[in-house]
T-cell receptor
């Protein structure tokens, strides 16, 4: 079974600061990796995903993530955050086995951007 | 942009009662999922559904739970006899050809008293 760890449960940054949210997963096989974002009062939205190929993936709103296989990591980054990035961020993984595999989520990181 | 919708947004029920949570997935999607999130905890996978049958289910999805796609548009989660610990936010998701790319609905907050 897979598991996902997000190391930072609460992060507070000022606008224009750089962001890196950690995500590590545990699974012996090949995985698909995701970051979801949940803005206040809204539903989970897919921010970016990694299936294969270039380990540096770019998502919406200037976010990117890098898959480092040797470290079982998929950290989320943004060079300069905005107040509107205040949200809950979830890392998720599923096994690349075909079929309708459920996602395993981390506990989430609550990001607050101060103006 | 197409979205997954869920009704009701909030459901309050008494322990032992049956509840049905409803979801309308994105219209051309083929894969359907239910997740739940107990307050302060992780989002947890419950079940996936494809080709009119359950594809995968977690340990949480016991005999008290069932899913159905009664027509071409709705996808439902039934809890037969609710317990206090079933209180949670329940999310529906759907996926298309890229089945592992899942799109979530806004959730139904279930409160069992």
């Amino acid at each position: 079974a897979q598991s996902v760890s997000q190391h930072n449960h609460h992060v507070i940054l000022s606008e224009a600061a750089s962001l890196e949210l950690g995500c590590n997963y545990s699974y012996g096989g090949t995985v698909n990796l995701f970051w979801y974002v949940q803005y206040p009062g809204q539903h989970l939205q897919l921010l970016l995903k990694y299936f294969s190929g270039d380990p540096l993936v770019k998502g919406i709103k200037g976010f990117e993530a890098e898959f480092i296989k040797s470290k079982f990591s998929f950290n989320l980054r943004k060079p300069s955050v905005q107040w509107s990035d205040t949200a809950e961020y979830f890392c998720a993984v599923n096994a690349r086995g075909g079929g309708a595999d459920g996602l395993t989520f981390g506990k989430g990181t609550h990001l607050i951007i101060q103006p | 942009e197409p979205e997954v919708t869920q009704t009701p947004s909030h459901q309050v029920t008494q322990m032992g009662q049956e509840v049905i949570l409803r979801c309308v997935p994105i219209s051309n999607h083929l894969y359907f999922y239910w997740y739940r999130q107990i307050l302060g905890q992780k989002v947890e996978f419950l079940v996936s559904f494809y080709n009119n049958e359950i594809s995968e289910k977690s340990e949480i999805f016991d005999d008290q739970f069932s899913v159905e796609r009664p027509d071409g548009s709705n996808f439902t989660l039934k809890i037969r006899s609710t317990k206090l610990e079933d209180s949670a936010m329940y999310f529906c998701a759907s996926g298309g050809e890229l089945f592992y790319e899942q799109y979530f609905g806004p959730g139904t907050r279930l409160t069992v008293t």
